[in-house]
């Protein structure tokens, strides 16, 4: 069975950049399985960030950007600021319906 | 405005049943999947199935088939979560979300239900 694979934790200083990055088990992330980003923070709902590898949701700040960086799928942060400080899940369209999230990254923003 | 409004937490006990719903509105609710979401305390979230009020056409995670039945009434503009016999192991927050019209992300989120599961 696929899995997909996050880092389960990153920490960045405030008005850094970081990359989490986003794989699958068996096989290279790319634009073909449209992987997209969603941000939670504690208590709420997720928020769509990132669709089709690159296209940032309305009202996502532009220092959210993902690309394909090797054989992975990337969301990249620039100048992470504090509230940035949330779980981030990568999601992997399987086709037919089907969809798969990463286990997510804990970011830390210190 | 697009809006996925979900049913309020319920506490069970295992081996009831129990159906939580999905409600949307702002946009035309029978041509757009609705995907269920599980979050179980501390954890990630999972994808568990997805439904096309259209015609009802389901998937199914496999991890999830046989454990949640997924249905909608196009008519009242909502979508369920069923089960017929909780376990505590199903004690979770579970998110509905609306699939984009190209299919390939999820482009809006309901509130979340908190399930939760004692005896």
């Known amino acids: 069975q696929t899995v997909v694979t996050q880092e389960p934790s990153f920490s960045v200083s405030p008005g850094g950049t970081v990359t989490l990055t986003c794989g699958l088990s068996s096989g290279s992330v790319s ?6 980003w969603y941000q939670q923070t504690p208590g709420q709902a997720p928020r769509t960030l990132i669709y089709s590898t690159n296209t940032r949701s309305s009202g996502v700040p532009d220092r959210f950007s993902g690309s394909i960086l090797g054989n992975k799928a990337a969301l990249t942060i620039t100048g992470a600021q504090a509230d940035d400080e949330s779980d981030y899940y990568c999601v992997i369209y399987m086709g037919s319906g089907i969809s798969l999230f990463g286990g997510g990254t804990k970011l830390t923003v210190l | ?3 996925l409004v979900q049913s309020g937490a319920e506490v069970k006990k295992p081996g009831e049943s129990l159906k939580i719903s999905c409600k949307g509105s702002g946009y035309t609710f029978s041509f757009y999947w609705i995907a269920w979401v599980r979050q179980m305390p501390g954890k990630g979230l999972e994808w568990m199935g997805i439904i096309y009020p259209t015609d009802s056409d389901t998937r199914y995670s496999p991890s999830f088939r046989g454990q949640v039945t997924i249905s909608a ?4 503009r909502t979508a369920y979560l069923q089960w017929s016999s909780l376990k505590a ?4 927050v579970y998110y509905c979300a609306r699939r984009s019209a190209d299919g390939n992300f999820f ?3 309901g509130q979340g239900t908190l399930v939760t599961v004692s005896s």
């Open chain 1, 31 to 36: 634009t073909s399985y449209y992987p997209s």
């Open chain 2, 73 to 76: 009434d196009k008519s009242v």
């Open chain 2, 107 to 109: 482009e809006n989120w």
């Open chain 2, 1 to 3: 405005e697009v809006q």
């Open chain 2, 89 to 92: 192991s199903d004690t979770a």
